[in-house]
């Protein structure tokens, strides 16, 4: 996935592999205390002293709070991007399924990561950070759309894109719903942003999508 946040935060991205070891690092330390701890508790000086490292280290990557977070949210939007062109088996033959499926494991893999739930559906999420997540969902759209086209016959529906992208939107609400009330997606919810998910792409994509005969797998 191409890098969505490169001007979205001031950080600076290291060259040598020293510096990309604690660039990588500081990230990952950063990610355990926001599962520790909401946003705003978090300081470059809790990071500094977590990773146990000076904090002018951590102000020589990032001048700011806002910074790491940016580079933390692009770093999981990589990890959903992989996740979403992951191997299915078997494949799936309907098109609901594989929307239940893809969703599914960005479920799993967002309840594994706290921090990523923070940083996406928590009340002090940063504009930057937002616009990252935006970004990164309109990139999954396109990978989707992708998808959809790879393994199903799609004549004449031009829009899948937007479509995909719009309920990707809707599946993002209803988790943000289950994020404030349970402090994760829950099975519930999943099912729920499922069903509203199919429910809008009924309105423009046939309840049967014939197999690609194409298709690789």
């Given at each position: 996935?191409?890098?969505?946040?490169?001007?979205?935060?001031?950080?600076?991205?290291?060259?040598?592999?020293?510096g990309k070891e604690r660039f990588s690092h500081l990230l990952d330390v950063t990610e355990q205390l926001l599962a520790e701890h909401a946003d705003t508790e978090v300081t470059l000086a809790s990071i500094a002293e977590r990773a146990g490292v000076p904090l002018p280290s951590v102000y020589h990557f990032f001048p700011n709070r806002n910074a790491i977070y940016v580079e933390l949210a692009r770093r999981f939007h990589q990890d959903l991007a992989a996740i979403s062109r992951?191997?299915?088996?078997?494949?799936?033959d309907r098109w609901q399924t594989?929307?239940?499926?893809?969703?599914?494991?960005?479920?799993?893999?967002?309840?594994?990561?706290?921090a990523a739930l923070r940083l996406f559906m928590g009340a002090g999420v940063s504009a930057e950070v937002r616009t990252l997540d935006l970004?990164?969902?309109?990139?999954?759209?396109?990978?989707?759309?992708?998808?959809?086209?790879?393994?199903?016959?799609c004549t004449g529906l031009d829009q899948l894109e937007d479509w995909l992208a719009v309920s990707i939107g809707v599946m993002d609400g209803v988790w943000t719903i289950s994020y404030a009330e349970h402090g994760r997606i829950t099975d519930h919810y999943l099912q729920e942003a499922w069903r509203a998910s199919v429910s809008y792409l009924r309105n423009y994509l046939p309840e049967v999508l014939l197999p690609n005969p194409d298709a690789t797998d």
């Open positions: 996935m191409k890098s969505t946040a490169a001007h979205l935060s001031n950080a600076r991205r290291p060259q040598r592999t020293r992951s191997r299915i088996a078997p494949p799936p594989l929307l239940l499926t893809r969703q599914s494991r960005g479920r799993d893999y967002l309840n594994a990561h706290p970004r990164g969902n309109s990139s999954l759209a396109k990978s989707r759309a992708e998808e959809f086209r790879t393994r199903y016959v």
